[in-house]
């Protein structure tokens, strides 16, 4: 007995370390949030009177009108996607099932750019109407993709996944008896997706459609190339413009309103996801089998929005690296080698930290430790503007404080410390992309039984022990692919790049931004497609683990 009391006392983790580093951790992740939020309080209020009288209602009113364009394009095309792969049986439906994922890897300012190029007046698809016709500009009409409804498009195009991957997985959940019920009550297929699959399926369809909205909304490239004036642009035309980092905060601080909103619905949505059935049957061993032109219909549908998405802009971009554009030289292998750096950091950084605070949630679950967690993983529902601008400002004041206390006891002149350094872009890529990591390896270490735990501890381990022994190597699969997912992330970020990148480094993702906006579309191919080709192992990834987890029901 005496031993088996000593045994009991043993295991039981000593880890308030840990729940001291998730706090501090949580703390130094929230401090670009809290910064935009202070500014907001003390700005002197000149520039944001102007802004006011001049360009804030424009931003508010076309970020809205984006949102609405947007949230509508997505649910159009991702709701029913998700039935015809999920419900119903046809040719094709197995493979359109993970490719309708595709247009993930493809970030909208790359569409955005692609798309000008072929659409504009002095592309190829009107060049060709005006060789055919003789007509000249002006006496014909064509879709203006510069302008908020081509934002909409192409926007649209790359988020609607979102919400087809929620919907799908709830449409996969849902039993065979509800469809059932429906068909005893004489319900048609259409009137069992409305009355019945739909309703059910409402939280996750709102999850998905949050979490493009929050994309829509942290967009830079996109409306920034076509000329949109949104909170995104308005902020970095303040910040560099007027030089004025307090009416930045103020915008980012109203954006910041509408992130939360954004945030709220989202909980709200997955609060309510228990009225969804679970532990029956899946109506998915019984799709409804469509013939003929139904069948047709369907097919042609779901590939719509892969051709539009994926397939036409990734060939038009593969034809202008290999035939059009400039061949590469050593500055693109200079580029590439900065993109892979930063992303290759910010994955090891993020994965670690996410490691310590996924743990400390394991072993100390309580609400300082949840909360810590929780905070930690805000960064991702935050535009990479306010973000950026979050990141500066504390970093700033503290190298002017670190130079003049050098300068005072030296006399020695330093440069900057961490501000204008690839400090900062590591930490405002680990905020803006800690929740990506924390969801991985917390799913990751949910499927590590604790009777684990319990064993190192007997053997007497310490619980930094019990993680590097036992829970890492557990963790292979759930670690590899959180970084790869921050790896191809922070590869794709724009608006954080763009503002505290050092002097005289670029990456891909700037370089075919400054390309864009010089006009030489071509010339960008290069850069745009490496990051579209690395941007498809996670969506492969992804794919394969639904393929996984849903088996036969796929």
Same mark, same amino acid.
């Given at each position: 007995?005496?031993?088996?009391?000593?045994?009991?006392?043993v295991?039981?983790?000593?880890?308030?370390w840990?729940?001291?580093?998730?706090?501090?951790?949580?703390?130094?992740?929230a401090?670009?949030i809290l910064?935009?939020?202070?500014?907001?309080?003390? @700005?002197?209020?000149?520039?944001?009177?102007?802004?006011?009288?001049?360009v804030?209602a424009?931003? =508010?009113?076309?970020?809205?009108?984006?949102m609405?364009?947007?949230?509508?394009?997505?649910?159009v095309i991702?709701?029913?996607?998700?039935?015809?792969?999920?419900?119903?049986?046809?040719?094709?439906?197995?493979?359109?099932?993970?490719?309708?994922?595709?247009p993930?890897?493809?970030p909208?300012?790359?569409?955005?750019?692609?798309?000008?190029?072929v659409?504009?007046?002095? @592309?190829?698809?009107?060049?060709?109407? !005006?060789d055919?016709?003789?007509?000249?500009? /002006?006496?014909?009409w064509?879709f203006?993709?510069?302008?908020?409804?081509?934002?909409?498009?192409?926007l649209?195009?790359?988020?609607?996944p979102?919400?087809?991957?929620?919907?799908?997985?709830?449409?996969?959940?849902?039993s065979?008896?509800?469809?059932?019920v429906?068909?005893?009550?004489?319900?048609?297929?259409?009137?069992?997706?409305?009355?019945?699959?739909?309703?059910l399926?409402?939280?996750a369809?709102?999850?998905?459609?949050?979490?493009?909205?929050m994309?829509?909304l942290?967009?830079? /490239?996109?409306?920034?190339?076509?000329?949109v004036?949104?909170f995104?642009t308005?902020i970095?035309?303040?910040?560099? /413009?007027?030089?004025?980092?307090?009416?930045?905060?103020?915008?980012?601080?109203?954006?910041?309103?509408?992130?939360?909103?954004?945030?709220?619905?989202?909980?709200?949505? !997955?609060?309510?996801?228990?009225?969804?059935?679970?532990?029956?049957?899946?109506?998915?061993?019984?799709?409804?089998?469509?013939?003929?032109?139904?069948?047709f219909?369907?097919?042609v549908?779901?590939?719509?929005p892969?051709?539009?998405?994926?397939? =036409?802009?990734?060939?038009v971009?593969?034809?202008?690296a290999?035939?059009?554009?400039e061949?590469?030289?050593t500055?693109?292998?200079?580029?590439?080698?900065n993109s892979?750096?930063?992303a290759a950091?910010a994955?090891?950084?993020?994965?670690?930290l996410?490691?310590?605070?996924?743990y400390?949630?394991?072993?100390?679950?309580? !609400?300082?430790?949840?909360a810590?967690?929780g905070i930690? @993983?805000?960064?991702?529902?935050?535009?990479?503007?306010?973000?950026a601008?979050?990141?500066?400002?504390?970093?700033?004041?503290?190298d002017?404080?670190?130079?003049?206390?050098v300068?005072?006891?030296?006399?020695?002149k =330093?440069?900057?410390?961490?501000?204008g350094?690839?400090?900062?872009?590591?930490?405002?890529?680990?905020?803006?992309?800690?929740a990506v990591?924390? /969801?991985?390896?917390?799913?990751?270490?949910g499927?590590?039984?604790?009777?684990?735990?319990m064993?190192?501890? #007997?053997?007497?381990?310490?619980?930094?022990?019990?993680?590097a022994?036992?829970?890492?190597?557990?963790?292979?699969?759930?670690?590899?692919?959180?970084?790869?997912i921050?790896f191809?992330?922070?590869?794709?970020?724009?608006?954080?790049?763009?503002?505290?990148?050092?002097?005289?480094?670029?990456?891909?993702?700037?370089?075919?931004?400054?390309?864009?906006?010089?006009? !030489?579309?071509?010339d960008?191919?290069?850069?745009?497609?490496?990051i579209v080709?690395?941007?498809?192992v996670?969506?492969?990834?992804l794919?394969?683990?639904?393929?996984?987890?849903?088996?036969? #029901?796929?």
């Amino acid at each position: 007995m005496a031993d088996f009391a000593h045994l009991t006392v043993v295991r039981k983790p000593k880890s308030n370390w840990l729940k001291v580093s998730a706090i501090l951790i949580a703390a130094i992740l929230a401090l670009p949030i809290l910064v935009v939020l202070v500014n907001v309080l003390i @700005g002197d209020g000149d520039v944001w009177h102007h802004l006011y009288q001049t360009v804030l209602a424009e931003y =508010i009113s076309n970020s809205l009108l984006l949102m609405l364009g947007v949230g509508i394009g997505v649910l159009v095309i991702g709701v029913p996607c998700a039935w015809l792969t999920s419900m119903c049986d046809f040719r094709g439906r197995a493979f359109l099932s993970w490719a309708l994922l595709l247009p993930m890897a493809v970030p909208a300012y790359i569409i955005a750019y692609t798309y000008t190029g072929v659409l504009d007046f002095a @592309g190829p698809v009107q060049t060709f109407i !005006r060789d055919m016709t003789d007509w000249r500009y /002006g006496e014909y009409w064509f879709f203006e993709v510069r302008s908020l409804g081509g934002a909409v498009v192409m926007l649209t195009l790359v988020l609607y996944p979102y919400v087809y991957l929620m919907s799908r997985a709830a449409f996969l959940e849902q039993s065979e008896n509800t469809l059932e019920v429906s068909r005893t009550l004489g319900y048609s297929g259409r009137a069992a997706f409305f009355k019945l699959a739909l309703p059910l399926a409402r939280p996750a369809i709102v999850t998905g459609l949050s979490l493009a909205l929050m994309e829509t909304l942290a967009d830079y /490239g996109t409306v920034q190339y076509f000329s949109v004036n949104t909170f995104t642009t308005g902020i970095l035309r303040t910040f560099y /413009g007027f030089g004025d980092v307090a009416a930045a905060s103020q915008l980012a601080g109203v954006l910041l309103m509408f992130v939360t909103a954004l945030i709220l619905l989202e909980r709200y949505s !997955r609060h309510r996801i228990r009225y969804h059935a679970s532990g029956l049957k899946k109506a998915s061993n019984r799709r409804m089998k469509l013939k003929g032109g139904r069948a047709f219909l369907a097919s042609v549908f779901c590939w719509l929005p892969i051709c539009v998405g994926f397939l =036409i802009p990734v060939s038009v971009l593969a034809f202008w690296a290999m035939f059009k554009a400039e061949m590469p030289g050593t500055n693109f292998i200079q580029l590439a080698w900065n993109s892979f750096y930063l992303a290759a950091m910010a994955s090891l950084i993020v994965v670690s930290l996410a490691l310590v605070l996924s743990y400390a949630i394991r072993l100390n679950n309580g !609400r300082s430790v949840k909360a810590s967690v929780g905070i930690a @993983g805000l960064g991702y529902a935050l535009p990479g503007t306010i973000i950026a601008i979050g990141t500066i400002v504390p970093l700033a004041w503290l190298d002017h404080r670190i130079i003049d206390l050098v300068t005072y006891y030296s006399g020695e002149k =330093i440069g900057l410390v961490f501000s204008g350094t690839l400090f900062a872009l590591l930490f405002a890529y680990t905020v803006r992309f800690m929740a990506v990591s924390l /969801g991985a390896v917390q799913n990751g270490l949910g499927k590590i039984k604790p009777s684990m735990d319990m064993a190192g501890r #007997s053997l007497g381990m310490s619980p930094f022990k019990v993680l590097a022994r036992i829970h890492i190597p557990l963790l292979k699969g759930s670690v590899l692919t959180a970084m790869l997912i921050v790896f191809v992330d922070v590869l794709k970020e724009l608006p954080a790049t763009l503002v505290l990148r050092p002097f005289n480094f670029n990456t891909l993702a700037v370089r075919a931004f400054e390309l864009a906006s010089d006009e !030489r579309l071509v010339d960008a191919a290069p850069a745009s497609l490496m990051i579209v080709l690395v941007g498809l192992v996670p969506v492969i990834l992804l794919s394969r683990s639904i393929s996984s987890n849903t088996g036969r #029901s796929r």
